[in-house]
C-alpha cells in the first residue's frame, strides 16, 4: 500500500502523512457515525434535565460545541464513551489501513484496546493535547512492540483548529521520556518540550507542524513525541486514532482489555469477531481499576498511567 520510500520515511521519522489516503466520500459515511452519537447523548442530556435545547438545527461541525457550552463537560462524555459504531469498526479494518499496517509489522495484525474519538471543540483546555509519548499512558514493555496508530481527521485539521506536532526522529533513541501527570485540569500525561534534547532532538529544528486535509491520514509510531495545538476556529476538530501491533507481542494495558485480531497469516479469509471487543467498555474498566465514580454524566477520565507518573 505504500511505497519503499514512504515505508523508509515513517522508521526514519516516526511519522508519515499520506495525502488524500481515503477516495472522496468514504469518510463521510463515518461523520454521520459520528453524528448519531452526538443525538443519542443530546437525547439522554435532555431527558436527564442536564440540558433544555438538543440543538437539532446545527450540523457536524458545530451541534458538540453548542451542547457543550449548555453542560460543560459533553465533549468528554462523548469522547469518554465506550461504543464502538460499526462505522468506526468498518473503518478500523479497512484494507487500505490494514495492508499498510501489515507492510509495518507483519501479517498477523490486531487492533490495540486504545483507540479514540477526539472531541476538539474551540478553546478547550480538556481537548488540547500536551507534549507526550503514547508509550507513557501503557505499561513499560509497550516499548518493545511496535504499535502503529493512524490519526483520521474527520475535517480539515490545521493550525487554526488544532492539528499535531510532532519532534521528528524522537522514537529513534528506544526511550520513554519522564513524564508527570496530569496535565492541568486533564487526565493527560506531560512531558517537557525542553527535554526533547535527551533524546539527541533539536526542538528548534525537529519539531513538525501537522497539517492533515480531510480523507488524508497520519501514521505514527507509538515512541514518537507529539502533541495537539488548541482548537482557535468555530469549529470542532474531529478526529479518529486507531491503533494496531502484532497479536503475538503485549498490547501494555495492564491486563485491561484484550486487543481485537484482525488478520491472521495462515487464514487469508478470517472474519473479525468483533462481539467480545465491543462489548467491553475500556473507559469503565479503566475508572474501575482506579475506583473512580463514573456515572453517565461524570466529566472527569481515569486510568492505571496515573499510577505511572508523578
Known sequence: QLTPQ??????????????????????????????????????????????KNKHEDKDFFTRLYHLEKEFKG???????QGILPKE?????????????????????VAGHPVWNLRTKTPHNEQTTVPWHQDNAYLEPCSLECLQVTA???????????????????????GKTLKHTCCAGGTWY??????????????????????EVPYGSVLFLN?????????????????????????????NGFYGLKKSVLMRKADDPDYKIDWDEFAGVDRTKIQMKNLKEDNDDFTTEVAGPWMKRWD
Open 151 to 173: 490519526w483520521i481527521p474527520m475535517v480539515d485539521a490545521n493550525m487554526v483548529n488544532g492539528c499535531m506536532q510532532v519532534a521528528s526522529g524522537g522514537h529513534k533513541a
Open 74 to 80: 459533553t465533549a468528554i462524555l462523548l469522547h469518554k
Open 222 to 250: 507509538n515512541a514518537i513525541p507529539h502533541q495537539s495545538l488548541e482548537n482557535r476556529s468555530d469549529i470542532i476538530r474531529w478526529s479518529l486514532d486507531l491503533r494496531w501491533h502484532d497479536p503475538a507481542k503485549e
Open 189 to 210: 500525561v506531560e512531558m517537557e518540550e525542553k527535554d526533547l534534547d535527551q533524546l539527541g532532538l533539536d526542538a528548534k529544528k525537529d519539531i513538525v507542524t501537522c
Open 6 to 51: 514512504q515505508l523508509d520515511d515513517y522508521f526514519k521519522k516516526g511519522f508519515l502523512v499520506v495525502k488524500d489516503f481515503f477516495p472522496p466520500g468514504r469518510l463521510d459515511v463515518v461523520r454521520s457515525g459520528i453524528d448519531k452519537l452526538v443525538d443519542d447523548l443530546a437525547n439522554k442530556l435532555c431527558n436527564a434535565g442536564k440540558i
Open 88 to 108: 468506526f469498526q468498518d473503518l478500523w479494518s479497512d484494507e487500505k489501513l490494514l495492508n499498510v499496517v501489515e507492510q509495518m509489522v507483519g501479517p498477523n
